[in-house]
């Protein structure tokens, strides 16, 4: 059974700082991307960070550069997000989701798999 399960979400500061985690199980992890998306409750989810696990290429939305870091433990098939000087525009349901092959951009359309969702609340 394919499962990814999001944990870290919770309640911040602005300028704080999460860690979200990406647990997979039930398919070969190196042979997907990863990524990490979020929603607000009336708008699209969006993307915000990939990552190869192959080789371990990333990409980031404008919006998180220089904010966030998308990584991966191969050994634990977990794919991290570590969110730094948070601000209240992130407060978002944060989801992980997975795609066979090598893509260097994930975006909704078209992914293979995903989690549950974890809340991510920042208060000003």
């Known amino acids: 059974e394919v499962q990814l399960v999001e944990s870290g979400g919770g309640l911040v500061q602005a300028g704080g700082s999460l860690r979200l985690s990406c647990a997979a199980s039930?398919?070969?992890?190196?042979?997907?991307?990863i990524g990490w998306f979020r929603q607000d409750p009336g708008r699209e989810r969006e993307g915000m960070a990939t990552i190869n696990t192959h080789d371990g290429s990333t990409y980031y939305a404008e919006s998180i550069k220089g904010r966030f870091t998308i990584s991966s433990d191969n050994a634990k098939n977990t794919v991290y997000l570590q969110m730094n000087s948070l601000k209240p525009d992130d407060t978002a349901v944060y989801y992980c989701g997975a795609k066979f092959g090598r893509p260097r951009r994930l975006i909704r359309d078209g992914m293979d798999y995903w989690g549950a969702g974890s809340l991510v609340t920042v208060s000003s």
């Open positions: 039930g398919f070969t992890f190196d042979d997907y991307a």
